[in-house]
């Protein structure tokens, strides 16, 4: 579900995410920043083809040959850039990575290359008649700022936001907590080690940044009842797994 800039995730381990929307504005930055990438190597392209029709290196077929692959790989960028960049940077281009913005699923998950290529197929139909006037439109009376593209795709926009005080899972300078720091801690309800482990059981399939916004609010929440302030469990996911195998272990052996 959505509300006005911003959309609202009901995820199956009882947390609501929240990501503010990305609106026309920097969108539209992202894709300048896009389109002028795309120009810069088309002016490199038309560089190459005059230099190679001016020279005498070639016979007249290799030459032609060569325009050919020229030809091809212009509309290959101008076609595949957007669909190629979000496939290998999981929802992103350069534009957009410029600008933190990031494609998403629905229902938060990282969009496959089948999703990027569906929304950007539809670009062109977005374009029309011009100016990206069908999109813009579509951006205007979307609850979630979706153009046709989005809409086919099930994708949205969002923008990226770090959380405050809260490390990436994967930074090797996050201060290391010693499990013996917990080892006093109130045992989990059963409850609450479902919740983490249906976390557990899909976190790789979750975009990163999803994955750490859902593993830092479970921490928050257990955080919060077991009285472990956030300086104290500075990596939520290895907060969650001693909770979890402290549970297991005490269900195992008492």
Request: proline share 5%; glycine share 6%; net charge neutral.
């Amino acid at each position: 579900m959505s509300s006005v800039d911003k959309l609202i995730i009901e995820t199956p381990e009882q947390t609501s995410l929240e990501f503010p929307l990305a609106g026309i504005g920097s969108r539209f930055l992202a894709l300048a920043a896009d389109t002028l990438l795309q120009t810069a190597f088309f002016a490199a392209l038309a560089i190459a083809a005059a230099l190679l029709s001016l020279a005498n290196l070639f016979s007249a077929m290799t030459k032609q040959w060569v325009m050919a692959i020229l030809l091809f790989v212009f509309f290959s960028v101008q076609f595949g850039y957007f669909a190629l960049f979000e496939s290998l940077w999981n929802g992103q281009t350069p534009g957009k990575r410029w600008t933190r913005l990031r494609v998403i699923k629905d229902d938060g998950r990282p969009i496959t290359p089948y999703d990027a290529i569906l929304r950007n197929l539809l670009r062109t139909v977005d374009a029309l008649p011009t100016l990206y006037a069908t999109g813009i439109i579509s951006i205007l009376f979307s609850r979630e700022n979706k153009r046709v593209g989005d809409f086919a795709a099930g994708t949205v926009v969002i923008h990226e936001k770090p959380l405050e005080g809260v490390g990436s899972i994967w930074e090797a300078s996050a201060p290391q907590t010693p499990a013996n720091a917990w080892s006093a801690l109130p045992q989990l309800t059963l409850e609450e080690l479902q919740l983490i482990e249906a976390f557990f059981g899909r976190r790789s399939n979750l975009d990163p940044d999803v994955r750490r916004t859902i593993s830092s609010q479970i921490a928050d929440r257990l955080g919060a009842r077991l009285g472990v302030v956030l300086e104290a469990r500075p990596e939520a996911e290895k907060f969650l797994d001693y909770l979890a195998r402290q549970r297991r272990n005490s269900a195992r052996f008492g």
